[in-house]
């Protein structure tokens, strides 16, 4: 393949086809990947660190979605006796 063909078709079309029926994988996507795994694995090694958005987010989260504790068992008895049991979750967000 000359420079020409090279720039025309920079990406050569493979046979096999990769998940998602892709001819090819980015490098940046490989590198999003290892960094949310690396993320992951940090957060099991020193913890989550709280962050003034997390602090927010928590607020938020119990001022629109007071809980409750209950037991497992309560729970099941509770859906159990009903013909539906339906939730819902409001969302906000900026």
Known sequence: MDWKEALRNPIPKSSVKLRHNLDFVRISD??????????????????EID???KQIGAQIHEE??????????????EIESRPSYICSIPLYFT
């Open 51 to 53: 962050t003034h958005r």
């Open 30 to 47: 490989i590198a999003e990947q290892y960094y949310c795994e690396q993320k992951v694995e940090l957060s099991f090694k020193i913890g």
């Open 64 to 77: 629109l979605i007071p809980m409750e504790k209950a037991e497992r068992e309560h729970v099941l008895r």
